[in-house]
């Protein structure tokens, strides 16, 4: 089992016939091109999908050395946030009452708030999902397989394998649990209202 990001390196080095390297530093091609690609990787596959294994719901705080000209407050996206996906004033979702501004969200609220953001962040390798992990190495499989290969009929091959993973990830991991269960009917229903705040207010930090 893969447990570390040299893990999922040498694990797709291997699945394209080549050897494996010993650090992320090495002055070889292999790490070369791993440090070149493997972050931005695995951010894309973690940004794709509300990851319940990635998802967390983390406090922040009004930003107190600045204002808006809109008059709202402005309130600090945690550092390591991925995605924002919904925003909470204690347990309540405030729905489409919230939009991102760098890195930071804009929201009809002050010092007394009780403000939480739902977010992607990034979990230890250990703590991946074996499906989704398997995506992560097919997909740098298939990156190693055009940068040190140029064989596309392989690289095709693998990157299709890393679909597959992600697709059985997908299911396995909105599988897991019903969402919301613990917060009740209210937020649920935000939930299922809410498609349009996400589409327009999520984004990447």
């Known amino acids: 089992m893969s447990k570390s ?17 010993t650090s992320l530093d090495d002055q070889t091609t292999q790490a070369l091109v791993a440090n070149t690609i493997l972050e931005d990787f695995i951010e894309a596959e973690l940004f794709e999908t509300r990851w319940r294994f990635a998802t967390e719901t983390t406090p922040t705080t009004l930003v107190t050395s600045a204002t808006h000209p809109t008059g709202l ?21 405030i729905g489409t009452g919230w939009q991102m501004e760098g890195d930071k969200v804009l929201l009809d609220g ?23 992990r398997l995506a992560v190495v ?6 190693f397989c055009m940068a040190l290969t140029e064989n596309e009929d392989k690289s095709q091959i693998l990157l ?3 679909e597959s993973y992600a697709r059985k990830a997908r299911s396995s991991d909105g599988g897991q649990s019903s969402p919301r269960a613990i917060k009740g ?13 996400r ?5 990447i930090i």
């Open 138 to 143: 097919f997909r740098l499989a298939a990156a």
């Open 110 to 132: 002050d010092a007394n708030s009780v403000i939480s953001i739902e977010r992607t962040t990034e979990p230890p390798v250990g703590n991946w999902p074996p499906h989704f």
């Open 5 to 21: 990001k040299i893990d999922l390196v040498n694990s797709a080095l291997v699945l394209v016939g080549d050897g494996v390297i």
């Open 199 to 203: 589409s327009s207010n999520e984004g």
């Open 185 to 197: 009917r209210q937020i649920l229903g935000s939930r299922q209202g809410g498609g349009l705040s």
């Open 160 to 162: 299709n394998w890393s």
């Open 73 to 93: 407050g402005i309130f600090q996206i945690p550092t390591g946030t991925i995605r924002v996906w919904n925003v909470y004033d204690g347990t309540r979702s």
